[in-house]
T-cell receptor
Framework: NAGVTQTPKFQVLKTGQSMTLQCAQD?????MSWYRQDPGMGLRLIHY???????DQGEVPNGYNVSRSTTEDFPLRLLSAAPSQTSVYFC??????????????FGNGTRLTVT | RKEVEQDPGPFNVPEGATVAFNCTYS??????FFWYRQDCRKEPKLLMS???SGNEDGRFTAQLNRASQYISLLIRDSKLSDSATYLC???????????FGDGTTLTVKP
């Protein structure tokens, strides 16, 4: 099993550019989520999904879009990159089978710099 | 007030010391609790789940107090390799999401 796979690992964008961060999991997990982590801070939830076709906003959703057309994939789109979006992005998945008791499985992260 | 709050740290301790971290959560509907470890801004990795009866894994002991809404992590006989940031995580099943504390940084020195 590959677990949670994120691509790319590193990305540099110019202000105003758009891009999609990819996230895929092969564990048949219902829950998937995107977090960002800024220096010296914890992980903040951007968007999350409880199943295919269902997404919702987290704590810091502005400037990002998501979709969940399949159980496996949960891409994060930056619509018009801004320097404030320079961060490390983590995708995570978990199973709903334990009624919220399942831990998160993380991808390796994407380090994004917006100039 | 943040939904999950941790000791701000940093904690600098000598090898062999015992160190304890606390974490409080504000939503009484929270259902499951975890401690994660994060090294140098790599992806967080599960350290241990936290159960109401308390649980132990080697040198690590986790406790949950639902009445007071706090979680603790005790590390005994600290090793240099324990140096990391420890993240408290709270899940709400109905919300399908996890909330992280900001983390507590531990440095174990020779």
């Amino acid at each position: 099993n590959a677990g949670v796979t994120q691509t790319p690992k590193f990305q540099v964008l110019k202000t105003g550019q758009s891009m999609t961060l990819q996230c895929a999991q092969d564990m048949n997990h219902e829950y998937m989520s995107w977090y960002r982590q800024d220096p010296g801070m914890g992980l903040r939830l951007i968007h999350y999904s409880v199943g295919a076709g269902i997404t919702d906003q987290g704590e810091v959703p502005n400037g990002y879009n998501v979709s969940r057309s399949t159980t496996e994939d949960f891409p994060l789109r930056l619509l018009s990159a801004a320097p404030s979006q320079t961060s490390v992005y983590f995708c995570a998945s978990s199973s709903s089978r334990d009624r919220g008791g399942s831990p998160l499985h993380f991808g390796n992260g994407t380090r994004l710099t917006v100039t | 007030r943040k939904e999950v709050e941790q000791d701000p740290g940093p904690f600098n301790v000598p090898e062999g010391a015992t160190v304890a971290f606390n974490c409080t959560y504000s939503n009484s509907a929270s259902q499951s609790f975890f401690w994660y470890r994060q090294d140098c801004r790599k992806e967080p990795k599960l350290l241990m789940s936290v159960y109401s009866s308390g649980n132990e894994d080697g040198r690590f002991t986790a406790q949950l107090n639902r009445a007071s809404q706090y979680i603790s992590l005790l590390i005994r006989d600290s090793k240099l390799s324990d140096s990391a940031t420890y993240l408290c995580v709270v899940n709400r099943f109905s919300a399908g999401k996890s909330t992280f504390g900001d983390g507590t940084t531990l440095t174990v020195k020779p």
